[in-house]
C-alpha cells in the first residue's frame, strides 16, 4: 500500500495562494485515484477535490471550485493541490487520501484506504 505525506501549508492572509503536495512512497501513486479533504475541529472531514488516475479527469467541492486546482505529476510520485483567493473559511487541516478503485467519484471519507497525516492551513482575515 502507498504511503502519502502532505506538505506546503501555512499561514497566510486572505486573497493568498498556497500549494499543497502530496507526496506518495512505497508503491507508485499512479495506480490510485487521490483526493483533498479538510477538516477543522469540531466538524466532519469535509471533501474538496479528487482526480482520477491519469489526471485528465477532476472534481471539486462547489465552495472551491475556481480557485483551487488539483492536478497530479505521477513521474514525481506527487498529487497537488492549488489554492488561490483563500478565504479565512478556508482554514483547517488538509489531507490528502487514495483509493484504488477504477470508476465512480470518489467524495466521502469511507471511499478512500489510505491517509496523509494532514497539514495544517490558516488564513488571517
Known amino acids: 500500500q502507498v504511503q502519502l505525506v502532505e506538505s506546503g501549508g501555512g499561514l497566510v492572509q486572505a486573497g493568498d495562494s498556497l500549494k499543497l503536495s502530496c507526496a506518495g512512497s512505497?508503491?507508485?501513486?499512479?495506480?490510485?485515484?487521490v483526493g483533498w479533504f479538510r477538516q477543522v475541529p469540531g466538524k466532519e472531514r469535509e471533501f474538496v477535490a479528487t482526480?482520477?488516475?491519469?489526471?485528465?479527469?477532476?472534481l471539486y467541492a462547489d465552495s472551491v471550485k475556481g480557485r483551487f486546482t488539483i492536478s497530479r505529476d505521477n513521474a514525481k510520485n506527487t498529487v497537488y493541490l492549488q489554492m488561490n483567493s483563500l478565504k479565512p473559511e478556508d482554514t483547517a487541516v488538509y489531507y490528502c487520501?487514495?483509493?484504488?478503485?477504477?470508476?465512480?467519484?470518489?467524495?466521502?471519507?469511507?471511499?478512500?484506504?489510505?491517509w496523509g497525516q494532514g497539514t495544517q492551513v490558516t488564513v488571517t482575515s
Open positions: 487520501a487514495a483509493h484504488e478503485r477504477l470508476f465512480g467519484w470518489a467524495t466521502s471519507r469511507a471511499e478512500y484506504d489510505v
Open positions: 512505497g508503491r507508485t501513486l499512479s495506480t490510485y485515484a
Open positions: 482526480i482520477r488516475r491519469s489526471g485528465t479527469m477532476t
